[in-house]
């Protein structure tokens, strides 16, 4: 997928880092090239630092982020606490976080009651040391002419916090670290940490933490949202507001190549079942929707269990054949929708998994029957479920949408019963993206769309590349 993002100060930075490889043996390069999905380079007549700038160089800039990520969780290569904090940043700030406003954040500070935050000293600290520097990196020749150790942010906070518990409110430590002029991407992941079940171990303090914290996020248009659980205890996660509406999604029905006979198994606890017909003509996904969005992983893995699929290879080929052959044979646009998505995107197991012929609705009487009670839309062209609970679904408009007669005579009522059905996606909390089927009658042209799409959309989603 072609990406535009300016990159340049993240490869100055990884460019740095990586050039400490240099140390190693010309033995040992290529595996640490590998480890950290650099191409290898042949000893030949290279120097080692040429080596490197050589392997270096054949990054794209695409591949960067996969580069920094697996850099900050390699230990052979070492990365200093202000180096690490500046490549996180650079990394994170590329799913454009929500803004959280400086005001916001000291308010926040303001309303937290610091000795329920640090009850648990060694779980406390920790989540200080991950996200912020609290030691410095090294000691000054001062320090070492007298043999005397400088005191850290660290002792300041083991003095301050919990030897002589009041001396510090919650806003003196965020002011203290840097938190008010962090970036908005750190800042968010500290409150996730802040509220998790690694540092409050009370249930009940943590759902009083976030109620405190979204009160002064949800101007902002952000809030913490229990989005899955941890051990028991409540998972939160920084999304949205203005998705406060959606729920989890409990089964999904896709890919059906005709309409499914579905009945209650348990109305209680909303288990359904399709019966009739041979049981691959209609698919449920019926595990959890995970926060970072259902992925190529996860449908992979989920279809290589249930059909029992030996080779992860051969389970994703057969998947990908299930899907095409559920989309309709008169709108060609669709599957070459279908397949742009997947050569428009680098065979990454992490992108969002494209779900075509999702249903929405189900009623078992016709729409004859129902009459003007029946509901609209029963079926999605794609649906894409993003991280956070986001949910894009994406039509193909050929003429039977706006046109009777076979194209001939404009249809004024179903243009505005297709309308109407987007209306209320949106009021549930879908986006919805509409194609022209003339924009995707051709693959070549599928393909060049969703290369300008596909990058503008992940960015305004925040999905990670």
Not at 207 to 235: C, F, K, M, W
Not at 348 to 353: G, I, N, R, Y
Not at 416 to 424: F, N, P, S
Request: net charge negative; aromatic share 8%.
């Amino acid at each position: 997928m072609v990406d535009s993002r300016d990159r340049s100060a993240l490869r100055t930075l990884v460019g740095e880092v990586v050039a400490r490889l240099s140390g190693l043996t010309h033995a040992t390069l290529n595996p640490a090239f590998e480890q950290l999905g650099m191409p290898p380079v042949p000893e030949d007549a290279w120097t080692k630092r040429e080596r490197v700038d050589l392997s270096f160089r054949q990054v794209p800039d695409s591949e960067l982020p996969q580069v920094t990520r697996r850099i900050l969780e390699q230990n052979h290569v070492y990365v200093s606490p202000s180096i690490r904090y500046q490549l996180e940043d650079l990394l994170w700030e590329e799913d454009t976080p929500p803004e959280i406003p400086k005001r916001a954040r000291r308010e926040l500070a303001r309303a937290l009651d610091l000795s329920e935050l640090a009850q648990h000293h060694d779980r406390f600290l920790q989540l200080l040391d991950r996200f912020w520097i609290t030691e410095e990196q090294g000691l000054g020749l001062e320090h070492l002419l007298n043999g005397m150790r400088p005191v850290t942010l660290r002792d300041r906070i083991e003095r301050h916090v919990f030897r002589n518990p009041g001396d510090w409110s919650a806003e003196d430590l965020f002011e203290n670290l840097g938190m008010f002029k962090a970036g908005d991407a750190r800042f968010a992941c500290f409150l996730e940490g802040l509220v998790s079940a690694d540092v409050l171990l009370d249930e009940n303090l943590q759902e009083t933490t976030v109620s405190t914290i979204n009160g002064h996020l949800l101007a902002a248009g952000i809030e913490l949202r229990q989005t899955g659980s941890d051990g028991g205890y409540p998972l939160f996660t920084m999304v949205s507001a203005r998705l406060h509406g959606n729920r989890r999604p409990k089964n999904i029905i896709f890919a059906s190549l005709r309409k499914p006979d579905i009945r209650f198994r348990s109305s209680v606890d909303n288990d359904i079942e399709i019966v009739g017909g041979h049981p691959d003509d209609t698919l449920v996904y019926d595990r959890e929707i995970p926060a970072a969005g259902l992925r190529w992983r996860d449908l992979h893995a989920w279809w290589q269990d249930t059909r029992k699929i030996s080779s992860e290879t051969a389970a994703r080929a057969d998947l990908y054949e299930r899907l095409l052959k559920s989309l309709p044979a008169n709108s060609p646009g669709q599957k070459n929708l279908f397949r742009a998505y997947h050569t428009a995107l680098p065979p990454s197991v992490d992108d969002p998994a494209l779900l075509p012929e999702v249903w929405l609705h189900w009623d078992h009487k016709t729409v004859q029957d129902r009459g003007p009670e029946a509901l609209l839309r029963s079926r999605m062209d794609f649906l894409l479920l993003l991280p956070h609970g986001q949910r894009v679904v994406l039509e193909v408009d050929g003429s039977q949408h706006y046109t009777r007669d076979r194209g001939r005579t404009p249809d004024t009522a179903k243009y505005a019963e297709m309308v109407a059905a987007d209306r209320d996606l949106k009021l549930r909390g879908y986006e919805v993206f509409r194609f022209g089927h003339d924009e995707l009658k051709r693959l070549d042209d599928a393909q060049a769309l969703l290369l300008q799409f596909l990058p503008d959309m992940f960015r305004h989603f925040r999905v990670s590349s």
